[in-house]
């Protein structure tokens, strides 16, 4: 009997001590794909910020432009889950009127309208975005991007991509 209470607890002892150095040497966690709950948010919404650094992006008719680094941009901050990918202009997720993600290695833009009213939203996050790329409105139409609103803001648009509102095939808003 006392041989196997013994045994048990050299047992319970061998995994404690396994937890505890998985804990302490460390552990790489999974990334999880979330939106950061706070990013500052740039005092004036139409200041274009950047240092004065550009860059050329891709565009979607095959062409290229001219646009201001966002990498270098005080008022973008890099998700530090996820490299490469940076937040523009909100404060926090859970009040913000839009969330705009750009994708650094495919030059790709992201634009969640998180709440109602949609149209204005979406005019001020264009607005933002153009003034933080420093582009003219048929530019921003050729943009690698998508523009939509989650199930929890508007049913009726969700999974649509509604576009800038100055584009031809961008649906229109109320």
Same mark, same amino acid.
């Given at each position: 009997m006392k041989k196997i209470i013994l045994i048990a607890a050299a047992v319970a002892l061998l995994i404690a001590v396994g937890i505890v150095a998985w804990l302490v040497l460390g552990h790489k966690k999974t990334p999880q794909l979330s939106v950061p709950d706070a990013v500052t948010f740039p005092v004036d919404p139409t200041n274009s910020?950047?240092?004065?650094? #550009?860059?050329? !992006?891709?565009?979607? %008719? *095959?062409? /290229? !432009?001219?646009?201001? %680094?966002?990498?270098?941009?005080?008022?973008?901050?890099?998700? @530090?889950? =996820? @490299? *490469? &990918? #940076?937040? $523009?202009? &909100?404060? %926090?997720?859970?009040?913000a009127p839009y969330l705009i993600e750009y994708i650094a290695d495919t030059h790709y833009f992201n634009v969640e309208l998180l709440t109602e009213p949609l149209g204005q939203n979406r005019i001020a996050a264009e607005n933002y975005l153009m003034n933080k790329l420093? !582009?003219?409105k048929q530019e921003m139409c050729v943009l690698d991007y998508t523009l939509g609103t989650p199930r929890s803001v508007n049913e009726a &648009?969700?999974?649509? =991509? $509604?576009? #800038? /509102? #100055?584009?031809? %095939?961008?649906?229109?808003? @109320?």
């Open positions: 910020g950047g240092n004065g650094s #550009f860059t050329t !992006i891709p565009t979607t %008719d *095959g062409g /290229s !432009i001219k646009t201001k %680094d966002l990498e270098t941009d005080a008022d973008v901050h890099e998700d @530090p889950v =996820n @490299p *490469g &990918y #940076f937040y $523009l202009g &909100y404060q %926090d997720a859970r009040t420093g !582009i003219t &648009y969700a999974g649509t =991509n $509604l576009g #800038f /509102s #100055f584009c031809p %095939d961008a649906v229109r808003l @109320p």
